[in-house]
T-cell receptor, first 115, second 112 residues
Framework: DTAVSQTPKYLVTQMGNDKSIKCEQN?????MYWYKQDSKKFLKIMFS???????INETVPNRFSPKSPDKAHLNLHINSLELGDSAVYFC??????????????FGPGTRLTVT | AQSVSQHNHHVILSEAASLELGCNYS??????LFWYVQYPGQHLQLLLK??????LVKGIKGFEAEFIKSKFSFNLRKPSVQWSDTAEYFC??????????FGKGTRLHILP
C-alpha cells in the first residue's frame, strides 16, 4: 500500500492554464504539506495543514490555493500558471508528537512543466 | 529564525571511500534532526533521525550521524560508499513547532 500518493506524476501545460494536483495519505497522520523543489533541488515548504486547518502558509503567490477536504487529502490548485511554476511538487505527511514533529513521509512527486 | 546549513553542495567520491557530509543548524533549544536521501528521479526517504538519547544514530544502508549539541551539528557518515549511494542528501531540523526546515541538499556522486 502506498503511504502518500500524488496524481498526476507528470503534468505538462501551457502558461495561463489552471491545474490541480491531488495528494492522499493513508497513514492516519494529522498534518500534510506541500513542497516545491526547483531545478537546483532546493526544497521549499509552501503550505501545511493540520487536521484540515491551514497552519503554515509561506510566501507563495495567491495563485496557489490548497484545499483539504479531510485530513487524509491535501490538494493543490494553481491558477494562471507561469513558466516559473515549473518544478517538482512533493506532498508529505507527518504526525505531531510530544517533542515536536516526527519524520515526514513524502509522496512520489508531481513534475509540473509549464510551456 | 531556524536555519540549516549543508556546507558541501556537491561531493564526488570513489567507491569504498569514506563519507562525511556536514550539517549545522541554528536553534538553541531542543531539536529533532533528520537526514533524508533522494535517489535520482525519486522522492525523499528517511535515512535516520535523532530525537533524544544516544547522540550517535544509526540509519539504513550503513549510514550513521552524530549529534554534537555544542557544535549545533548533525553530520552524516558512512565508512565505505557504494555506487548506489549516488543521490541528493538533505539534512532537516524540527524545533518542536509545526515546521521541518530542510537544508539545500548535498549532491553525492560516487564513481564506480
Amino acid at each position: 500500500d502506498t503511504a502518500v500518493s500524488q496524481t498526476p506524476k507528470y503534468l505538462v501545460t501551457q502558461m495561463g492554464n489552471d491545474k490541480s494536483i491531488k495528494c492522499e495519505q493513508n497513514l492516519g497522520h494529522d498534518t500534510m504539506y506541500w513542497y516545491k523543489q526547483d531545478s537546483k533541488k532546493f526544497l521549499k515548504i509552501m503550505f501545511s495543514y493540520n487536521n484540515k486547518e491551514l497552519i503554515i502558509n509561506e510566501t507563495v503567490p495567491n495563485r496557489f490555493s490548497p484545499k483539504s477536504p479531510d485530513k487524509a487529502h491535501l490538494n493543490l490548485h494553481i491558477n494562471s500558471l507561469e513558466l516559473g511554476d515549473s518544478a517538482v511538487y512533493f506532498c508529505a505527511s507527518s504526525q505531531p508528537g510530544l517533542a515536536g514533529y516526527y519524520e515526514q513521509y513524502f509522496g512520489p512527486g508531481t513534475r509540473l512543466t509549464v510551456t | 529564525a531556524q536555519s540549516v546549513s549543508q556546507h558541501n553542495h556537491h561531493v564526488i567520491l570513489s567507491e569504498a571511500a569514506s563519507l562525511e557530509l556536514g550539517c549545522n543548524y541554528s536553534y538553541g533549544g531542543t531539536v529533532n534532526l533528520f537526514w533524508y536521501v533522494q535517489y535520482p528521479g525519486q522522492h525523499l526517504q528517511l535515512l535516520l533521525k535523532y530525537f533524544s538519547g544516544d547522540p550517535l544514530v544509526k540509519g539504513i544502508k550503513g549510514f550513521e550521524a552524530e549529534f554534537i549539541k555544542s557544535k549545533f551539528s548533525f553530520n552524516l557518515r558512512k565508512p565505505s560508499v557504494q555506487w548506489s549511494d549516488t543521490a541528493e542528501y538533505f539534512c532537516a531540523v524540527n524545533a518542536g513547532d509545526d515546521k521541518i526546515i530542510f537544508g539545500k541538499g548535498t549532491r553525492l556522486h560516487i564513481l564506480p
